[in-house]
């Protein structure tokens, strides 16, 4: 309900505003006649002038020999006489003879004047702005529109005087003094200053969010300096309306506020440059930094309008050395970063004439309306998209490593929970063998009674061996993954050895099966030629031979073939471990050789091994000067080649 009534307010002010601005000023020469205050009427022609000050000048008749008529806007440095000081504007508008006081207040609107002024109706005192005396308090941002009280308007004629005290060369009004409805031309000051003071407090809750971000995701480059150029700024856009007279009660300490922020604004904004894209600063940098730093000291101690002017135009001296630091930074690392400074080049495309504009204009130069606040939307709006990609991109990034953080600690947790299942079934094995030892062995059965029940006994030398080989299959788990951190860690010293490699194959078959308790009757080894002898390291050689058979067992049935075969060719050495079991996905073969990743077969958990049996094949393969190929499909089996060199050769 607020909002609508908010809402509903601000259009209808935007109602009246092009009300205001479309109906015609009615533009007329001092001595109007004025019937009606339903148009505004802006007096333009014939004001009376006169430098020096004479309080007798507020008064409805003088002598006007001394006096030169003008037409207003009558502003700037005049080149024939020094203004600096009083001087003073009069005019008069006629009221009818049946005048009437009017139903709504009226007021006159002077537009900002520099520096300090007083307003006289009729000889009284109606309104001013600043003193002269017991110190100088000066104000030159605010919009004068002060009442005319309904008691001191008469019929005939009535007169208006203004007394204007300038502190500086600068003088006289900026804009024609418009006569209108009090409500009106407040409204229309509103209006007019509605959307910069919208602009500002977005900028400030802008440059919070990004602070806020820095602070809590430890971000304190790039976001913080951002963060508080965006306040800076949105401080900077309120101070530069109407609001300044609600943020400070006195003018001096709100514009000496101003210049402060307009200092520290270049600073932020190259340090931001600098952070994002990850530069070291350069002592032209530092140089300007201190002369900044001087400058904002110094404006601390300035209260006059005169020093406000020489602190800008050092400011606006210095201003050329950020934009070629900036300038610097995007020729020579713009290429390389175009696509995180497109959005923001943009910006300052857009930020730099409305800059130009504004310095001008506080330097009196020019008299344009402040376009500062639009340059500063668009230039923040650029900003805040490109950061915000980083930032979701960024996020994306994380997540994505969170994600495999969590499936890295599953992994782990199911080689723990592996390595775990391993030794408790060797030690049951173990404890079944003590136990079996420990008993005495049961006295013979009567032949009559072997008749009526067969009991079938295990014999003690057969756990024993079951517990040996289980026993010796942690062993090779133990010594596997040492091997593995020495291959990775480049710490490995091997011990070559000639050897025939079909009495390796078999010693591994064997040892395998009498693991797993399989025998299978179709597994085929074939050497070529079959008393082939190999220079290589067989602690290598057979850590591959386990893995990849060993493999072939546990993730086939046993009904399913099983070949080994190992041959010499040009120089090289080849090892093809086939299964023709369910074979493996495209996603499957991805990831396989990858440390803890085991098979996608049901109940893995209860498959043995520790899931990383294949990546020591390609760890040991890639130590040799070899490689390892893996050839599969889902339904067509898996066919792994190891590829190694004859020593002393390399690929």
Same mark, same amino acid.
């Given at each position: ?221 790039? #976001? *913080?300096?951002?963060? +508080? $150029?965006?306040? =800076?700024?949105?401080?900077? !856009?309120?101070?530069?309306? /109407?609001?300044? %007279? ?120 020019? #008299? *344009?309306?402040?376009? +500062? $606040?639009?340059? =500063?939307?668009?230039?923040? !709006?650029?900003?805040?998209? /490109?950061?915000? %990609? ?125 693991? +797993? ?135």
């Amino acid at each position: 309900m607020m909002r609508l009534s908010f809402l509903s307010k601000l259009g209808l002010g935007a109602t009246l505003l092009a009300v205001f601005l479309s109906s015609e000023l009615k533009a007329e020469s001092c001595g109007a006649f004025i019937s009606s205050w339903d148009q505004p009427i802006k007096l333009v022609d014939s004001w009376q002038f006169r430098k020096g000050d004479n309080l007798d000048w507020r008064d409805e008749v003088v002598e006007e020999s001394f006096w030169v008529r003008r037409s207003v806007p009558d502003y700037g440095i005049s080149k024939t006489e020094n203004l600096t000081g009083y001087h003073w504007y009069r005019c008069n508008f006629v009221l009818p003879e049946n005048f009437t006081t009017p139903t709504e207040p009226i007021a006159i609107q002077l537009g900002r004047i520099r520096d300090i002024d007083e307003l006289y109706l009729n000889g009284t005192l109606v309104g001013k702005t600043g003193s002269v005396l017991p110190k100088l308090d000066v104000d030159f941002q605010k919009v004068r529109i002060y009442s005319l009280p309904t008691h001191l308007l008469k019929a005939g004629n009535n007169t208006i005087a203004i007394r204007i005290y300038a502190a500086t060369n600068l003088n006289g009004l900026k804009v024609a003094p418009i006569i209108s409805k009090e409500r009106t031309l407040r409204e229309s000051i509103f209006i007019s200053e509605v959307f910069p003071m919208i602009c500002g407090y977005v900028f400030i809750f802008m440059g919070i969010y990004f602070l806020v971000g820095s602070i809590v995701r430890g971000r304190t480059g790039e #976001n *913080f300096f951002f963060a +508080l $150029f965006s306040i =800076f700024i949105g401080t900077y !856009v309120l101070l530069r309306t /109407q609001h300044r %007279n609600i943020l400070f009660e006195n003018f001096t300490w709100s514009y000496v506020a101003e210049l402060l922020i307009l200092i520290c604004l270049p600073v932020f904004f190259i340090n931001f440059l600098h952070q994002y894209l990850k530069i070291k600063r350069n002592i032209v940098l530092l140089g300007y930094e201190v002369y900044l730093s001087i400058l904002f000291v110094v404006t601390l101690f300035f209260r006059t309008p005169k020093s406000w002017i020489l602190v800008i135009a050092l400011f606006n001296y210095g201003l050329p050395v950020a934009l070629g630091l900036g300038a610097y930074l995007f020729i020579k690392h713009g290429k390389e970063n175009i696509a995180k400074l497109r959005y923001i080049i943009i910006g300052l495309i857009s930020l730099l004439p409305t800059i130009l504009i504004d310095s001008l204009s506080a330097l009196e130069i020019i #008299n *344009f309306p402040g376009t +500062l $606040f639009l340059g =500063f939307l668009v230039f923040l !709006v650029m900003i805040s998209i /490109q950061l915000s %990609n980083d930032m979701v991109l960024g996020l994306r990034n994380f997540m994505g490593q969170e994600k495999e953080l969590i499936q890295m600690e599953r992994v782990k947790t199911g080689f723990l929970l592996n390595l775990s299942s391993e030794f408790k079934s060797g030690m049951e094995k173990i404890y079944l063998a003590l136990d079996k030892i420990s008993r005495p062995a049961p006295k013979p059965k009567t032949k009559a009674k072997t008749k009526s029940a067969k009991v079938v006994v295990t014999p003690t030398a057969d756990i024993i061996k079951q517990a040996e080989d289980h026993i010796s299959y942690m062993s090779y788990m133990v010594e596997e993954a040492l091997l593995l951190k020495q291959l990775e860690e480049k710490t490995y010293q091997p011990k070559w050895e000639s050897f025939r490699i079909k009495e390796l194959i078999h010693s591994c078959v064997s040892s395998i099966e009498n693991h +797993l308790g399989q025998r299978r009757k179709n597994t085929s080894i074939e050497v070529k030629p079959d008393n082939l002898e190999i220079l290589q390291a067989p602690e290598l050689i057979f850590a591959m031979l386990r893995n990849l058979v060993e493999n072939a067992y546990i993730y086939t049935d046993i009904k399913t073939e099983v070949s080994i075969e190992f041959y010499n060719r040009d120089g090289f050495h080849y090892l093809v471990v086939t299964d023709e079991g369910l074979g493996m996905s495209q996603i499957e073969m991805e990831t396989i050789f990858q440390k803890f990743v085991r098979g996608y077969k049901e109940s893995k958990n209860e498959i043995p091994g520790a899931g990383i049996g294949l990546t020591l094949v390609q760890a040991t393969a890639n130590f040799l000067g070899g490689y390892v190929t893996l050839k599969s499909a889902e339904g067509m089996g898996a066919k792994f080649t190891v590829k190694i060199p004859e020593k002393g050769k390399k690929i």
